[in-house]
């Protein structure tokens, strides 16, 4: 009897202990955001007071509430429509990059947009059957049109990145009259074909490494198309080799913390948002929503998209195996685009924009912007 209650006597202290340290850790992280927060307020203001514009946008698009964050240091530069990623992730250009790119905001007037089922954009009223790439290109266009009209512009420049640029090459082809250019990061173009390409590849790599996991679960899958789980399978392996996040001896891995921070610093995100951002945007648009993730991997506009009446420019990292690089390559070359198009690639980049890179992206928006 004395030992257990010794033993329950030292197990009460050990829970206490850990108590008093986590409050103390969520007190110092909750402190470190109030204090980031303040920052942003007040970077934010500064921009508003030297002429520029700041501010948060809930907008009713197709029955549901939608977001945008309007961001710009002279209000009176060219507006810029920001696609994210995802679907479900809106990051890193959605709603919380308030004050964060600033080399993108002294160029333009950023949008940036958090779609449906993403971060404050996302609600639990969503349907599932809302959720297809058309309802999402219809969307952005109720985005646009209430660019053009709020603020008075009539034309906008449109950027899209992964999951972004199938929305965005769909908006430019279908509405082009309403755009100056269309500029796509990680550009997708036939998901299915570069499943074929990243097998192909991922075999080569796995033989030379003699890595017969990888050799095991390559030949449990086959060749593909690879939908649902499997997909997941299939990306993880693009993943492990380096095909989304490439890093060597002389290249940092891309910190992937550094694309979503701000989410938790946002003055606009509350803990709601975050977990709407990180949790249950995520879940319901990539896990639930499987026909959306099917329609995203039947993706080809090799066969749908083949001229666009606007200039393009695509910026591809070149060990990308997700978007595959030299996927993007055939489609740039055979894309008609009447009034011009530019391919830039990414050196030391696979899906993510590496840090090294990141000054040519910055560099491409503002020539783009300059051009056009």
């Known amino acids: 009897m004395m030992i257990n209650r010794k033993w329950f006597s030292h197990m009460i202290k050990i829970c206490l202990f850990a108590f008093i ?19 942003i307020h007040q970077k934010s203001a500064e921009i508003i007071e030297n002429g520029g514009i700041s501010e948060l946008k809930e907008i009713a698009v197709n029955g549901d509430k939608q977001f945008i964050l309007v961001e710009g240091q002279d209000k009176e530069k060219p507006f810029c429509l920001f696609l994210h990623g995802g679907p479900g992730s809106p990051f890193p250009y959605g709603v919380s990059a308030r004050t964060l790119y600033p080399e993108i905001t002294e160029n333009c007037v950023a949008v940036y947009y958090d779609q449906r089922g993403s ?31 709020h603020y008075q512009q009539e034309k906008i420049f449109i950027i899209g990145q992964s999951f972004g640029t199938i929305i965005g090459t769909q908006l430019v082809a279908k ?4 755009f100056h250019a269309y500029l796509g990061i990680a550009q997708i173009t036939d998901i299915i074909k570069g499943q074929e390409l990243g097998y192909s590849w991922l075999k ?13 679960i390559l030949e449990d899958l086959g060749k593909g198309p690879y939908l649902a789980e499997d997909e ?20 940092e891995k891309v910190n992937l913390f550094g694309l979503i921070k701000g989410a938790f610093t946002s003055p606009d995100y509350s803990l709601r948002d975050l977990y709407k951002a ?48 030299e996927l993007a390559k055939q489609y740039y070359e055979l894309l008609d685009v009447p ?21 040519i992206i910055n560099d491409t928006i503002k020539k783009m912007l300059e051009k056009h």
Not at 22 to 39: E, H, K, P, T
């Open 119 to 149: 971060g404050k954009s996302y609600n639990n009223e969503l349907s599932v059957t809302t959720m297809n790439l058309s309802q999402f290109t219809e969307d952005a266009n109720h985005i646009v049109d209430y660019i053009r009209e």
């Open 204 to 216: 080569n790599e796995a033989k030379a490494n003699d890595d017969e996991k990888t050799l095991r």
């Open 232 to 251: 997941d399978r299939f990306s993880d392996l693009i993943n492990r080799y380096k095909g989304m996040n490439y890093f060597d001896e002389t290249i």
């Open 21 to 39: 340290i986590l409050l103390l850790f969520a007190l110092i992280l909750f402190g470190y955001r109030f204090i980031a927060q303040q920052r």
């Open 278 to 325: 990180f949790i249950s945007g995520p879940q319901f648009s990539l896990v639930k929503s499987k026909s959306l993730k099917e329609e995203i991997i039947h993706t080809n506009f090799f066969d749908t998209i083949k001229r666009i009446d606007v200039p393009v420019y695509i910026i591809h990292g070149k060990y990308d195996k997700q978007a595959n690089y």
């Open 339 to 359: 009034s011009g198009k530019e391919f830039i690639t990414l050196e030391h980049s696979a899906h993510y924009p590496n840090q090294l890179d990141s000054p």
């Open 175 to 178: 509405y082009p009259e309403k």
